[in-house]
């Protein structure tokens, strides 16, 4: 069983940087891989990045690469999405998932087995 929360979001005007933490709790995090989704207002959850269980593999949304940056601190249980460049479209809830085994990269939210609460985040224009 693995717990997650996320903080770190906020209210960032455009073009401005926000970092989310993940906290996780349980046994094994450094077997799981990890992502972050996110969802809008009367929209579906969409992926936005995941790492692989060591973090030597990442993989993101065509929407935030080149912006977003994912990593993990196994020795601290926690992982991270940092997000530059912030824009509008980017206002969602932000949501952090583990999947345990986790050796390769996973896209899909249905292919994670725990789930955070989510951390707001709003960009104004």
């Known amino acids: 069983q693995v717990q997650l929360v996320e903080s770190g979001g906020g209210l960032v005007q455009a073009g401005g940087s926000l970092r989310l933490s993940c906290a996780a709790s349980g046994r094994s995090f450094s077997s799981h891989a990890m992502g972050w989704f996110r969802q809008a207002p009367g929209k579906e959850r969409e992926f936005v990045s995941a790492?692989?269980?060591?973090?030597?593999?990442?993989d993101y949304a065509d929407s935030v690469k080149g912006r977003f940056t994912i990593s993990r601190d196994n020795a601290n249980n926690r992982v991270y999405l940092q997000m530059n460049s912030l824009k509008p479209e980017d206002t969602a809830g932000y949501y952090c998932?583990?999947?345990?085994?986790?050796?390769?990269?996973?896209?899909?939210?249905?292919?994670?087995?725990?789930w955070g609460q989510g951390t707001q985040v709003t960009v104004s224009s």
């Open positions: 790492i692989n269980w060591s973090g030597g593999n990442t």
């Open positions: 998932a583990a999947r345990s085994r986790g050796f390769f990269l996973y896209k899909g939210w249905d292919e994670y087995d725990y």
